[in-house]
């Protein structure tokens, strides 16, 4: 047993063997022991209530009892076989049922692969190299989505802007950059690369920042017009801002989409879904050499991940669910605008109730250059707080879930009443 082990010697021993002393995720800082239900305890035994469900998938909360006997279940059967099995083909066909542009799709293991290939995919169905990304917008660590996903120094549109070293010249040429809700900025730049486009990829509500009403609309209009493919991002969005995701909630279906987090129950799985033209590309018998885009994965459709995320759907499907999830929400939305606002404070909060968070500045936020306007410097303190007292919550946003009780809420509203009070002395 480790019980008697720190977190702060846990620390220790993690910057020996991990560099920067982490995971390249969460604050290395805290070392997480379990989680139950909506709670995770660190390996000092604190108890924080989990705003961060493992950064998205946990909305059933940790251990759910229904998910576990199922993942139990197939754990005992087998827990991986790099070949079809069962659970997955039927967690296929919910996802083809639910998504609107999904007739098909194809599984790997995290989000970002699914955009990686989504990109790839995009362009072998259309011959053409050039990728449109949206400024500050996320869809994994791929050397095109590392371009302007987070830049200090602002450039000139469609310029891109390496987020990362080591990603070759080359790809910089491939990507056009523009802001997220300007629709006649977009409308200009497809024009005037329209040939060269294979695809456009946004995350549909981008970051937290919802969509400008008839952005998504005019960029399914100026795709279409020019035979471009439209990706979107559904890795956080899918199955959280409704059942069927972003592009059930704003009524736009684009071509592709890219799904991960909630559809695997808290286990490794993505997917890539779209329609069948383009899903073809992943089948040589249908396309033939030349077209074919070669795609496999060792944990690709992991019978206990798909077990997890079936039951997980199944969950999600029964009445109330999104009610509660959307209230509870809601409800720490309502909370931070009154601490704040009685504390003085200047902030917008961001998102929708499903995944949220608080900018610190008196301007609206519409895109990445409105986010980068927020005072940081009071962002981080407001959150170290919150995590003081008991919300682990990460700098970037607030996943809320559906377990959360009354006196959960009542806990978080009396955190956020003393981070604001914190933050305004
Ligand atoms: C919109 C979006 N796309 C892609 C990803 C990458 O997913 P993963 O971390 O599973 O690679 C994330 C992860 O947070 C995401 O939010």
């Known amino acids: 047993m480790d019980a008697h082990i720190s977190q702060e010697d846990w620390v220790g021993r993690a910057h020996k063997v991990l560099p920067a002393g982490g995971f390249g995720n969460f604050d290395p800082n805290y070392v997480i022991r379990e989680g139950q239900g909506i709670y995770v305890w660190d390996e000092n035994g604190k108890k924080y209530i989990d705003f961060l469900i493992g950064s998205g998938p946990m909305v059933l909360g940790h251990g759910h009892p229904e998910v576990l006997e199922v993942v139990q279940e197939q754990v005992a059967k087998g827990m991986t076989f790099f070949a079809n099995n069962a659970r997955g083909i039927e967690l296929a066909e919910e996802i083809c049922d639910t998504m609107a542009c999904a007739d098909q799709l194809r599984y790997v293991s995290t989000g970002g692969e699914a955009d990686m290939y989504a990109i790839r995919l995009a362009r072998a169905y259309t011959g053409r190299d050039k990728i449109l990304k949206f400024e500050g917008g996320y869809h994994g660590m791929s050397a095109e989505s590392l371009m302007s996903l987070a830049p200090d120094i602002l450039q000139n549109f469609p310029l891109a802007v390496p987020d990362s070293a080591g990603i070759p010249e080359a790809v910089r040429d491939n990507m056009l950059i523009a802001p997220f809700n300007d629709a006649d900025f977009m409308r200009q730049l497809i024009a005037e690369y329209a040939d060269q486009i294979a ?70 799985l993505a997917a890539i879904a779209g329609k069948e033209p383009i899903m073809a590309h992943f089948d040589k018998v249908k396309v033939g050499k030349e077209g074919f885009t070669f795609q496999v994965g060792t944990l690709s ?14 969950i999600l499907r029964r009445p109330g669910q999104y009610e509660t999830f959307r209230s509870n929400g809601q409800f720490i939305i309502d909370s931070l605008k009154r601490h704040l606002s009685g504390a003085g404070i200047d902030h917008q909060v961001v998102g929708d109730p499903t995944l949220f968070d608080v900018v610190f500045s008196p301007q609206a936020v519409t895109d990445y250059r409105g986010t980068m306007r927020g005072n940081t410097d009071i962002a981080k303190s407001f959150n170290q707080k919150l995590r003081d007292e008991g919300l682990f919550k990460s700098d970037g946003k607030w996943y809320p879930s559906i377990p959360l009780s009354e006196e959960d809420l009542q806990m978080t509203d009396a955190a956020i009443a003393t981070a604001a009070a914190h933050i305004a002395r």
């Open 301 to 314: 459709g992991n019978p206990v991940a798909a077990a997890a995320g079936l039951k997980t759907l199944e």
């Open 199 to 268: 695809a456009v990829i946004v995350e549909p509500l981008q970051r937290l920042i919802p969509p400008a009403p008839g952005f998504l609309e005019a960029l399914r209009e100026e795709t279409e017009k020019h035979g471009i493919v439209l990706i979107f991002d559904e890795v956080v969005t899918g199955f959280r801002l409704a059942y069927g995701g972003a592009q059930e909630k704003y009524g736009v279906t684009p071509d592709l989409c890219t799904l991960g987090k909630v559809i695997g129950g808290g286990f490794p």
